[in-house]
């Protein structure tokens, strides 16, 4: 099979699969129809008795007599018994009353991992699949503080509603603002107007791009910050004596610190600040519930959150949004879960409540797939 049937084949399955409401006549097989449709191009699916040969003989010589379109591009056997055509309207009606058809599929534009909506926020709302489409929570964040430490920030990105600032504690490091867009996306997923989880919550961005300015910014943060607060990081590879210096952090501040779990895929404990037991440590799942390939896993795992193809922010091209994969995407989605436990209490949450409520909160059972000793839980907002 060559790399175009491949291809098709994925067409088929996610033809079939986008529109399960089929526009059928009486009689007649169903037609399933496609968002983005491709002029006379379908997908044919036959019972599974049906000859492939046969059926294709019957569309080209119906095409033929009518002096139409009645075109077989490709014959699918492996997978499901499936004929990839091209058909005048008048043909496609003859090949829905064949005996031998089970379904017709249109085809169309798939575009993977392009989501037009932030699906994480539409998982976290809500315990099972399948998602509603929908975002719901009588909280936004308003009054608490998040402490976002990355780099790349663009501040007055208008999806920020004038609630970002670089904080006088940021290190800024000299290095491009813009770079790459990471801390933008991240800070999006936290509390922008469309993309944002706290969507009312107030931005503190602290650029940094090494351990010590992370250390300087931190040991700063000590003295400044203002509660209620939460501080988020979706940065790794910390040396491992940093778990002590975090751990003496939120001990010290009686502030909760959330981070990635890493993409290696390998132990979150052998990382820093992901393996230190006081840091609220976050794995990233995918849209039906599987931990994402190369999220780091284990008991340093606190909880999982969505965390691939999350659209938020973009810096890059021009481009106003971007969707991004990764432990880091998941992690402000926690962050921004606990600005609105604090508003939902009204008060600061510390350690270690902040952690507890959250994991007595999260889904439970709900991922499917190898969690290598990660606990089984997915994030979930207060509605
Ligand atoms: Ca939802």
Not at 130 to 144: A, L
Not at 158 to 187: K, L
Not at 333 to 362: C, D, F, N, S
Request: hydrophobic share 35%.
């Amino acid at each position: 099979m060559n790399c175009s049937c491949l291809t098709v084949v994925t067409a088929v399955l996610l033809a079939v699969t986008a529109s399960p409401v089929p526009a059928a006549r009486q009689g007649r097989v169903p037609l399933y129809r496609t968002a983005r449709k491709i002029h006379s191009e379908y997908l044919v699916t036959l019972k599974d008795a049906a000859d492939l040969d046969t059926v294709s003989e019957k569309i080209a010589t119906a095409g033929m007599k009518r002096d139409q379109t009645g075109q077989v591009t490709h014959r699918l056997r492996n997978v499901m018994p499936i004929l990839v055509v091209r058909l005048s309207d008048e043909v496609l009606e003859m090949v829905r009353d064949l005996d031998e058809v089970k379904s017709v599929a249109e085809n169309g534009e798939v575009t993977a991992d392009s989501f037009t909506y932030q699906w994480g926020l539409d998982r976290i709302d809500q315990a099972d699949l399948p998602m509603n489409q929908d975002y719901t929570t009588r909280y936004t964040g308003q009054g608490v503080n998040i402490y976002v430490i990355d780099n790349g920030f663009v501040v007055d990105d208008p999806e920020f509603g004038g609630r970002a600032s670089m904080h006088e504690c940021s290190a800024g490091d000299g290095i491009d603002p813009y770079n790459g867009g990471h801390g933008t996306h991240v800070a999006g997923i936290i509390g922008s107007n469309t993309f944002g989880v706290a969507k009312r919550a107030q931005l503190h961005l602290l650029q940094s791009t090494t351990v010590t300015s992370v250390s300087v910014m931190l040991d700063c943060l000590a003295e400044k910050m203002v509660k209620p607060a939460v501080v988020s990081m979706s940065m790794g590879n910390f040396p491992h004596s940093f778990n002590d210096f975090v751990a003496s952090f939120i001990r010290t501040t009686d502030v909760n610190f959330v981070t990635s779990a890493g993409n290696r895929p390998e132990d979150a404990c052998n990382n820093s600040p992901s393996g230190a037991k006081e840091v609220i440590t976050v794995g990233a799942t995918s849209g039906s519930d599987y931990p994402y390939t190369k999220t780091n896993f284990g008991s340093c795992v606190d909880l999982f959150a969505p965390g691939v193809g999350i659209i938020s922010i973009g810096v890059r091209d021009g481009s106003k949004t971007d969707v991004r994969t990764g432990t880091s995407q998941a992690c402000p989605h926690v962050a921004g879960t606990l600005a609105l436990l604090m508003e939902k209490e009204g008060r600061h949450i510390g350690y270690p409540e902040g952690e507890l409520l959250l994991t007595q909160t999260a889904a439970q059972n709900k991922i499917k797939g190898e969690l290598h000793g990660t606990p089984n839980l997915l994030l979930q907002v207060p509605v």
